[in-house]
């Protein structure tokens, strides 16, 4: 299910629980209302009572005929708001109660028509009338004290159903909003973790079950752009190799006169001189030329291997190989430049797992930037080392040309960030650091206007 | 007898220089480096050096105008696989007879010679 829907779920839920927490609340209410109506009724009738037994004293103190008479009256107004309450409130109040209270008021009448009727002084039926009169104010009091206490009790218990209804109805909603909450936070998590790792040059995936939803989305989107970036890069990779083969090949060329040089004038003394050869001194040249293709076949062919677009390959390998491959590319353009090269390689360097032809290729944008650092020539320093302590073997090119502006440092490794204008796409040290990442190594660098330029590789010893 | 030095450190030049020109009658002698051709012009005469432009240790700038200031009468032929305008202007301004990009066409460096030797 869409995260969208159990979120509209969980809400219909929780307003589905208010309603009915509403609709009861009001049924209690109303029938509260009645109820206090009631006791509002017969707290008059009460009244009332109150007065008839008041008239009832007053009858037996100076034997006015005229107070039973108002009695009779209060009775017949009693008689009609209970009638009338019947009614009205019936079902708020047990029909029992309320006939029984009729039937003690009827009783109650008879005990004063009897008063009224018999000779003063029937002491018999003046007892009656007490008794019925107590009989009656007792039962409608201890009736009115029922119902006050029913209603106490209603609001009492309506307050508790309210307080526990309002608190499943939060505990739910929390419940719920933290589950949500929690799912989708752990998905962001592993998104900002992937983008991060992205953003560093690490075009991995989220693996593992997707969920169906709209964070499942996300992730796959995140994903497929993971992908779409990685291919970028190996694109950007090759096109930047196919634009260093341009600055290769000038270096190239020049090395390749030398060995055409060499062919062609072993071919012309020949023509000039067949006649002077004998067999011994005509096989001797014709292995020199045989020499000399080599020489030709074995410089093509390493910058044919350079251009190449090769699939990322990554094998257990000695960091030197790469190094010397990029320095043999580069040869000559090192020396048309006057740049006098230092190299040190380790011995016995430990194992690095890399792509040897992608490393080279970090090697000759380095190389490539320090020649051109150098505009009338310099001192170019290259190194391997390793370091046990850290686990890492380093490469250092360290060149003494113009060095970087301490203000464009941090730009230099951005995609086409160049100070060279037409001469420079940019991508050289971009493209270095995506391939160096990769290999989760570090690419650092420092550098002094005026006096040079250190660039440190670091890759991590490769461990069986 | 006119004698002729060679300098390039590719060994081939040397001997295919020698093997021509010998032919033509000359007295040759070949070096792989500078150093060693300039200590035996201290001994030697000669009368026309060749000497490729770029050479590991000294290269054929130097050769030329150490010639230039030490032996004013040397005539300099420089041959360079980097053959550009600002070499050729540079190797001009050094005051050298002939200027070769390689590949040399041996017949025309042969002409040089004999027009360099004409001239004295
Ligand atoms: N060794 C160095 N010395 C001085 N500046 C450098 C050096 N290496 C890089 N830079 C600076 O960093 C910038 C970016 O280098 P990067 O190799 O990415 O691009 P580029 O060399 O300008 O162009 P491209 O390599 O694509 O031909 C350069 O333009 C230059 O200003
Ligand atoms: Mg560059």
């Not at chain 1, 939803?213 to 196919?242: C, F, W």
């Amino acid at each position: 299910m869409k995260i969208e829907q159990k979120i509209i779920l969980s809400n219909a839920i929780n307003v589905v629980f208010i309603v009915l927490i509403g609709l009861l609340a009001f049924q209690n209410l109303s029938l509260m209302l009645t109820k206090l109506r009631f006791v509002e009724i017969s707290d008059d009738l009460n009244a009332s009572f109150l007065e008839m037994r008041l008239s009832e004293k007053n009858y037996f103190l100076y034997h006015d005929k005229n107070s039973l008479f108002e009695i009779k009256e209060m009775i017949d107004a009693a008689e009609k708001s209970i009638d009338q309450a019947r009614e009205d409130i019936s079902h708020a109040v047990s029909e029992e109660n309320l006939s029984r209270l009729r039937m003690h008021l009827k009783e109650y009448a008879g005990a004063v028509d009897k008063v009224s009727n018999a000779a003063q002084g029937d002491s018999n039926a003046e007892l009656m009338l007490r008794a019925q009169g107590k009989r009656l104010r007792d039962y409608s009091k201890t009736m009115t004290q029922i119902e006050r206490k029913g209603v106490n009790n209603m609001i009492s218990s309506s307050k508790s159903m309210l307080i526990i209804l309002f608190i499943t109805v939060l505990v739910t909603a929390v419940l719920v909003s933290h589950f949500i909450s929690q799912k989708i936070l752990r998905s962001l998590r592993d998104v900002k973790k992937l983008t991060e790792s992205i953003s560093q040059g690490n075009f991995n995936k989220i693996v593992g079950a997707i969920p169906n939803d709209e964070l499942g989305s996300l992730i796959t989107a995140v994903n497929s752009m993971s992908e779409e970036l990685s291919r970028r890069e190996e694109e950007l990779i090759q096109a930047k190799k196919l634009a260093s083969i341009g600055v290769l090949t000038a270096g190239v060329a020049h090395e390749l006169t030398n060995p055409l040089n060499n062919i062609s004038m072993i071919t012309q003394n020949f023509i000039e001189l067949y006649d002077n050869f004998n067999k011994e001194n005509a096989l001797g040249l014709l292995n020199n030329i045989q020499g000399e293709t080599e020489r030709i076949e074995k410089i093509v062919k390493n910058l044919l291997d350079f251009s190449k677009p090769k699939e990322v390959n990554l094998t257990e390998s000695d960091i030197n190989r790469p190094v010397k491959k990029a320095l043999r590319l580069m040869q000559n353009t090192l020396d048309v430049s006057n740049v006098e090269l230092t190299v040190n390689l380790a011995k016995d360097v430990p194992h690095v797992f890399i792509d040897d032809n992608q490393i080279q290729q970090v090697l000759v944008n380095l190389l490539t930037n320090a020649v051109q650092a150098m505009p009338v020539g310099g001192r170019l320093y290259v190194e391997t080392e390793a370091d046990m302590t850290r686990g890492t073997v380093e490469i250092t090119v360290v060149d003494n040309g113009n060095g970087i502006p301490r203000e464009y440092l941090p730009h230099i490794f951005d995609p086409f960030f160049s100070t060279k204008g037409a001469e420079g796409t940019g991508l050289g040290l971009s493209v270095s650091y995506g391939i160096i990442k990769n290999h989760n190594g570090h690419i650092r660098v420092e550098s002094k206007v005026g006096e040079g330029t250190t660039f440190t590789i670091e890759l991590p010893i490769y461990k069986q | 007898m006119s004698r002729i030095m060679v300098i390039d450190d590719e060994k081939i030049v040397g001997d295919m220089s020698r093997m021509s020109l010998e032919q033509e009658g000359y007295e040759v002698e070949t070096f792989l480096n500078a150093e060693p051709a300039l200590a035996r012009l201290k001994e030697e005469q000669f009368d026309i050096v060749i000497t490729d432009y770029k050479m590991k240790g000294m290269d054929g700038m130097e050769v030329l105008r150490t010639i230039k200031t030490m032996y004013p009468e040397i005539k300099v032929i420089m041959i360079t696989a980097f053959a550009n305008l600002d070499t050729a202007i540079e190797a001009l301004r050094g005051d050298v007879h002939d200027f070769f990009p390689k590949p040399v066409k041996i017949k025309e460096l042969k002409a040089s010679i004999k027009r360099a030797l004409q001239k004295e």
